[in-house]
C-alpha cells in the first residue's frame, strides 16, 4: 500500500517562501508521476506542479515562475519550493502519486499566506 506524507506547510507572509515537502512509502517511487495539487473550500482541487519520472515538469500558469517542483528518487521524496507567495497561493496543498496501476494521495498540509 502507497503511503504519502505531506510536510512544509504554514502561515507566511506575502512575498515569502515555503518548502513543501512529500516523502512517498511502500512503492517504487521512481515509477510514479509525482504531483501537488492545491484546494481551497468550494472550489475543484487544482494541479499545481507536476514531475515525471524522468524530471520532465509542468507547471499551471499562476505559479510559473515562483514555485519550483523537485524529486530525489534517492530518498523517495518531492518538493515543492514556494517563492513570492500571494494570498491568492492559499489553500491545502496535495500530493499525488501516479502511475499505470496506482493514483494515490497524501492527507494534505495547509498554506496560509496572509499578513
Known amino acids: 500500500q502507497v503511503q504519502l506524507v505531506e510536510s512544509g506547510g504554514g502561515l507566511v507572509q506575502p512575498g515569502g517562501s515555503l518548502r513543501l515537502s512529500c516523502v512517498v512509502s511502500?512503492?517504487?517511487?521512481?515509477?510514479?508521476?509525482m504531483g501537488w495539487y492545491r484546494q481551497v473550500p468550494g472550489k475543484p482541487r487544482e494541479l499545481v506542479a507536476s514531475?515525471?519520472?524522468?524530471?520532465?515538469?509542468n507547471y499551471a500558469d499562476s505559479v510559473k515562475g515562483r514555485f519550483t517542483i523537485s524529486r530525489d528518487n534517492a530518498k523517495s521524496t518531492m518538493y515543492l519550493e514556494m517563492n513570492g507567495l500571494k494570498p491568492e497561493d492559499t489553500a491545502v496543498y496535495y500530493c499525488?502519486?501516479?502511475?499505470?496501476?496506482?493514483?494515490?494521495w497524501g492527507q494534505g498540509t495547509k498554506v496560509t499566506v496572509s499578513s
Open positions: 511502500g512503492s517504487i517511487f521512481r515509477t510514479y508521476v
Open positions: 499525488n502519486a501516479r502511475n499505470t496501476l496506482r493514483n494515490s
Open positions: 514531475i515525471t519520472p524522468g524530471g520532465s515538469t
